[in-house]
């Protein structure tokens, strides 16, 4: 199958899979990894999917969009996408972003320079569906012909038309899809195009004008958050119920008192965790318990909808839902009447609730809002916690979640912290704003229809599963047991499915966690190691 | 949305093969379920993990925390891996009937 596509392909041949994954073609991992014959390999889309499901971009899909019932409602949808894009084109309709795409449209000068900054693109060994310019000026090249002025004609005659059909809309949709929307490009592009950006505007076309959106974003996420309070599906007396179960474990495991203040009225500080910590990786919010309460601050959770769950998927794909979320944890922080809001282990969260929404939370709405990167170094250094840093005396290494350090350029506090705490603190290659995405950002961590992981795990996570590989590579045995610290939920998330897949752990003594978590186990007073290496 | 059959009726069921309609679930539906991934004979044991996680998705809208699975049921991961193939989530609540895990869990 072809590797190098034209862009009028795109258009072509609806229900013929465009291109495919080839594992031998995929860069190379270090050993063991690199024996392909003992990895898993992939689930393969099955007859019945193909039969129901749209299938038809490169061998995976993460959408299961069902296949249209007529040609009507192919049209229908097609027509619906034109509307969008002239939405998308129009400042009534989105004054928010509306600038920085007109920018990324005009300035692209086509040097092509954004590619190799792309993980995706260069794990996949340059299979052109994954470069940034190829999506994008697809786009482009739609919005030329269909939004301005004599573009239908121009098109004609430059023969450069990508034809607009169910087929190129159909893929489209999962292609935006195909990006972990982490930014590489924009940050290598000399002229400040932002292909991450036309990605997203291209899902938010999907969602607000055709109703399509990724269940796990939307009907499981967004959508359930603003209604019960949570994506996970917890309501206020469940999330209170599961912390003082965990402050009750965790009291006895230590030995030292934890415990949670909750709806405090008038603390300083009002902290937002991602739920999804409460659940899958306890560990997390009892580590910030234990520090808040050893350092002495006045702190509370919050139980009120959805204010003890700070993601806000909606900056994945949709801007109503993104506002709507922002607006009640604003509202929430007003209420409680706290100095400042901090926000937990989660990068997304940062960017959309620091960055995104500066637009959005005007007068009094505007709390200041604080990373967990410099409140946890501000802990670390108070003089408040004895530490021991001789109990972290393990090979650590501290993966950059994209939203915290690339886009919002916190790179420092994290690094102090680890420097002091972690005597084997160890960088990759590269990092800081030149990270790589750990494969699952962009909101795909949280997708897993059909056979979505496997891509994720074998192309998105590639080059960052390499780079983790070699930044251990001067202790590679499974004897010794290394620690990813990886300060966000998402990236957690990928992480867990990255070490799994490759069986990292048996084979390389590689897992993974938080930041607040290595601090906590190296204080003085935590008799116990709090970090448990072998899953409980 | 899939069909699966099970124990000789069709359910709809999710791509990952959860049952989309918790309230037709029955004991059939789990012994049917553990079949497909290889297991013959559901103990006492099982039944003590589904029966808790089912209890506790019809009473909370969600499925515990493992730790609290873990803590009720006295069942060690380790355990539990050997009692569903495929873990606590993919197994276990699979043939509970009750619906995937959602969210960033």
Request: proline share 5%; hydrophobic share 35%; glycine share 6%.
């Amino acid at each position: 199958m072809k590797k190098n596509l034209k862009l009028t392909d795109f258009s072509k041949d609806g229900d013929t899979q465009l291109t495919e994954v080839n594992v031998d073609e995929l860069i190379p991992l270090p050993p063991p990894y690199d024996k392909v014959e003992e990895l898993p390999g992939w689930k393969r889309i099955t007859e019945d999917q193909k039969e129901r499901l749209v299938c038809n971009l490169n061998g995976f899909v993460a959408l299961s969009l069902p296949k249209p019932q007529n040609k009507e409602e192919e049209k229908r949808y097609v027509e619906q996408f034109v509307s969008g894009l002239k939405k998308l084109l129009s400042w009534e309709n989105n004054w928010t972003f509306l600038q920085p795409l007109l920018l990324s449209l005009d300035y692209c000068a086509q040097c092509q320079t954004c590619n190799d900054a792309c993980p995706i693109y260069l794990a996949s060994s340059k299979n052109d569906l994954y470069r940034p310019t190829f999506r994008a000026e697809v786009f482009r090249r739609l919005v030329n012909k269909y939004v301005k002025p004599g573009g239908k004609l121009r098109a004609k005659l430059n023969k450069r038309d990508i034809e607009l059909n169910w087929t190129t809309i159909s893929r489209l949709y999962e292609l935006s899809y195909r990006c972990n929307l982490c930014r590489r490009c924009a940050q290598s592009c000399p002229m400040g195009v932002d292909n991450a950006l036309i990605t997203r505007e291209l899902r938010k076309l999907f969602s607000q004008e055709l109703g399509w959106a990724p269940k796990e974003l939307h009907e499981k996420g967004t959508v359930l958050q603003l209604e019960v309070g949570s994506p996970t599906g917890m309501k206020p007396h469940v999330v209170k119920d599961n912390v003082e179960f965990l402050d009750e474990d965790f009291t006895d495991i230590t030995g030292v008192e934890v415990s949670t203040p909750w709806d405090r009225e008038g603390a300083d500080v009002l902290l937002i965790h991602s739920a999804g910590d409460i659940l899958s990786w306890p560990e997390s919010p009892v580590a910030f318990a234990i520090l808040c309460n050893a350092a002495g601050i006045s702190w509370t959770l919050s139980s009120e909808v959805p204010g003890y769950d700070g993601v806000n998927y909606g900056l994945f794909y949709d801007d109503v839902q993104l506002a709507k979320i922002a607006t009640k944890h604003a509202q929430i922080a007003k209420k409680l009447k706290v100095k400042k809001i901090v926000m937990g282990e989660c990068g997304h969260q940062h960017k959309a609730f620091m960055a995104v929404s500066d637009r959005l939370l005007t007068g009094d709405l505007n709390i200041p809002r604080e990373s967990v990167m410099t409140f946890l170094e501000n802990l670390a250094f108070s003089g408040k916690i004895k530490f021991d840093p001789s109990k972290n005396d393990f090979p650590v290494t501290l993966h950059d979640p994209c939203n915290i350090v690339r886009n919002l350029g916190i790179v420092e506090p994290q690094r102090r912290i680890l420097r002091y705490l972690c005597p084997q603190f160890r960088e990759m290659t590269p990092h800081g704003v030149e990270n790589y995405c750990c494969g699952g950002g962009g909101g795909l961590s949280m997708m897993s229809q059909t056979n979505f992981t496997d891509w994720k795990v074998n192309v998105a996570g590639r080059i960052k599963f390499k780079q983790i590989l070699e930044a251990f590579s001067d202790q590679p045995g499974p004897e010794v047991k290394k620690y990813i610290c990886a300060p966000c939920l998402n990236c957690k998330m990928q992480f867990r499915d990255l070490l799994a897949y490759y069986g990292a752990w048996e084979k390389s003594g590689i897992t993974y966690g938080g930041l607040a978590e290595l601090i906590v186990n190296a204080m003085v007073d935590i008799k116990k190691p709090f970090i448990e290496w072998e899953e409980y | 949305m899939a069909q699966l059959e099970l124990a000789g009726n069709t359910y709809e069921v999710d791509d990952n093969g959860f049952l989309q309609e918790t309230e037709k679930w029955n004991e059939d539906i789990a012994k049917a379920y553990a079949a497909k991934e290889g297991v013959t004979e559901l103990t006492e044991d099982h039944w003590t993990a589904i029966n808790y996680l089912r209890n506790y998705y019809l009473e909370n809208g969600i499925c515990p925390m493992i730790r609290r699975l873990i803590k009720v049921t006295g069942f060690n991961l380790k355990r539990l891996y050997e009692l569903f193939p495929q873990g606590p989530a993919d197994s276990a609540c699979k043939w509970a009937g009750v619906p995937k895990p959602t969210g960033c869990i």
